[in-house]
C-alpha cells in the first residue's frame, strides 16, 4: 500500500494526516506518533522549524552511538519531531539500526499509518 501524508503547519502546530487506507491510532499515554524518513524530511524543510534539544554521543561512550534532535517552532519552541540516528562506530559502514522519527499529534484520536 503506498502511503501519503499531507502536513499542515496551523496554529503553531504540526498536523500529519494519512491519506487513504486505514491508520494505526496513536497509544492513549503517548501523542508521540512514528512517521516515516520521508515526512521528517519534509517537516525539518520548514521555515519554522528549527532544533530546540539535542544530544550527541558518537563516540558511544555511554552506550550504543546515538544522534538524538528535537525539533521545534522558531517562535516559541513547541516541539514538533524527534527523531534519532545510530551511526556506525566505523567511518564508511552502514548504521547498524535504522534512523527513528517521532511527530508530536496535537490531535487526539488521529489516526497514522
Not at 10 to 26: F, H, M
Not at 32 to 58: S, Y
Not at 69 to 98: F, H, I, K
Amino acid at each position: 500500500m503506498t502511503r501519503h501524508w499531507e502536513i499542515r503547519f496551523t496554529s503553531g502546530r504540526v498536523e500529519q494526516i494519512a491519506q487513504g487506507g486505514g491508520g494505526v491510532v496513536s497509544p492513549p499515554d503517548s501523542r508521540w506518533v512514528p512517521i516515516p524518513c520521508l515526512v521528517a524530511d519534509l517537516i525539518r524543510q520548514h521555515p519554522q522549524v528549527v532544533p530546540i534539544a539535542g544530544r550527541t554521543d558518537i563516540s558511544g561512550e555511554f552506550g550504543e552511538p546515538c544522534v538524538y534532535t528535537e525539533w521545534g517552532l522558531r517562535d516559541d519552541a513547541t516541539p514538533v519531531m524527534r527523531e534519532w540516528r545510530y551511526p556506525s562506530r566505523v567511518p564508511g559502514e552502514l548504521d547498524p539500526q535504522p534512523c527513528e522519527h517521532l511527530a508530536y499529534n496535537n490531535r487526539k484520536g488521529q489516526t497514522h499509518e
